[in-house]
């Protein structure tokens, strides 16, 4: 790319895959004059591929960008990965709801979304209030900001959620709930997808969250070999656990882990090409301490038929 070159020259046909980022930013860095439709759109191509590539673009730039329609949702996206602690009060400016009103906009939406992926608590509560006045599965992309967010004081506000939540984002309010309390009830072995989120609502409604989790474990001998096991609030040392989500993704979580003492053996999501190609992709290796707890539990597990629920 030419250091002369202007921002109004860059068109969808542009490779910027070529470019190095210190160009990129370089010349987003210089786009000042957005008075016309090709500087705005040029931007915009730089700042969906800056956004690819998860840049820091700088404060300056997003401020800039910011107060414009299309080219602002880019701003708003390529927020997430700013080192600049203003871009937080710059995001919470946009989850505010015009007065008078109860409708979100999507910028708002993806406020959350940068909002959660920069771990800012400050604005759990702000985000919170935006998830009555959503739906399926944007209010999925609120609830697992907040979640990021990381502001475990919120857990009885998503408890009361639940009632009017869809069945498919119960899943999301339910998992939040897990991380924050430890509370963890075993899942319903119902017939349908809708009788478990029933259950699970009322398993969910009837925990007191003021008591701290009380593990236990269920054994069911099916055979002289085999036995079946239900944990209750477990301590999650070997689970199947979300992947930190992409911030400027359109659905809550692209791929799920299987781990091991918090370290990640294997990855099973549709996140590697943008597409609905499921994967299985492994990520790492059993850290000691699984190889251990395996070794201790061998000799209990020898002969199935004595086991018993403590």
Not at 63 to 86: E, K
Not at 110 to 120: D, E, N
């Amino acid at each position: 790319m030419p250091d002369t070159m202007p921002v109004s020259s860059v068109t969808r046909e542009t490779d910027l895959v070529t470019w190095s980022s210190d160009d990129l930013l370089a010349v987003l860095r210089d786009a000042t004059n957005l008075r016309d439709d090709a500087t705005l759109n040029a931007a915009g191509y730089l700042m969906k591929e800056a956004c690819g590539r998860r840049l820091d673009i700088g404060y300056d730039v997003i401020a800039r960008f910011a107060p414009f329609s299309g080219l602002g949702a880019w701003a708003v996206r390529a927020a997430a990965w700013c080192a600049d602690s203003r871009v937080v009060d710059l995001l919470r400016k946009k989850l505010v709801l015009p007065k008078g009103s109860t409708e979100v906009d999507r910028m708002a939406v993806m406020a959350a979304q940068s909002l959660g992926h920069l771990r800012a608590r400050e604005a759990a509560e702000e985000m919170l209030h935006l998830i009555p006045h959503l739906t399926g599965n944007e209010q999925a992309l609120v609830i697992v900001a907040v979640e990021q967010a990381g502001d475990g004081s919120l857990a009885r506000e998503f408890q009361a959620l639940l009632a009017d939540a869809s069945d498919h984002n119960v899943f999301w309010l339910v998992r939040a709930l897990r991380r924050w309390t430890g509370h963890s009830p075993a899942w319903p072995a119902a017939k349908t997808w809708q009788e478990s989120m029933a259950i699970v609502r009322r398993q969910w409604g009837a925990i007191d969250l003021g008591q701290p989790p009380m593990p236990s474990a269920e054994f069911s001998i099916t055979c002289e070999t085999q036995a079946s096991v239900s944990v209750v609030d477990g301590r999650d040392l070997l689970s199947l656990e979300g992947d930190e989500p992409n911030a400027n993704c359109g659905w809550p979580e692209p791929s799920v882990s299987w781990t091991q003492f918090g370290h990640s053996l294997y990855r099973v999501g549709w996140n590697v090409c943008e597409t609905c190609m499921v994967y299985l992709e492994q990520v790492g290796w059993s850290p000691s301490e699984a190889a251990e707890l395996a070794q201790a539990a061998r000799g209990a597990l020898a002969d199935v038929k004595r086991l018993s629920s403590p």
